[in-house]
């Protein structure tokens, strides 16, 4: 499986404390069949609190790491860029990472409310050649009341991607209740762990969210949201679905 999006990097965000802790969560990853992982810090805490060049050498230093420890699982750099009206402007200052330096970026809505300058923003982003992939949509308030707002990102170009434990329940019953009518409806590209910790709540496991996303849409749409699609996104293919039907 493929996971592009996960907090693993030690002591940058709300993701594991220290090296240690990565590297638990890293071999739990590979035992529960994880080939690559995107590391997805969120934006503010890299901005506020470090810096792209020590991201990078963090980056480096934990693969390095994995590499020593034996840990098969091929990592890469991305971010979980919180939408704001200078996301755009933070992208051209190359401070705005995508995923793995593809055209793709994962993008995170204001969970309480689809803001105003959001469309704005997004297409802006895309004006600039991204594929904007919009983090949990199912766990947002005003998409958990009504899917059409997804469904209008969705037919201009943008993607969707799910967190696991949303389906399982993790989330509550109202995110769970949307990620189920959003795969039903075809909005949904991705799944991922989102993972923060190696054991527990938020570690990384996908393998009961596949299943139950199986029982809704079939084992081959189940297994392409965490096997070829993001396999086709890191290889910066085009990722192009029929459109839902209305
Ligand atoms: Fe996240």
Redesign the pocket.
Known sequence: MLDL?A?FLPGVDDGPRALADTLALLRNAATHGFQVMVA?PHNKDVWLKSSLPALRALFEEVREAARQAGIPIELHLGM?NHLEPDLPQRVDEGLALTLAATRSILVELPFNQYPLYADDTLFALQVRGLTPVI?HPERQADIQRRPQILRALVERGMLAQVTGESITGEFGPEAQASVRTLLKQGLVHLMAS?THAPEGRRSPQLEKAVAAAAQLIGEQRARALVEATPRAILNGQAVSFPLPER
Do not use: N
């Open positions: 999006h907090h997805t979980e983090a989102d």
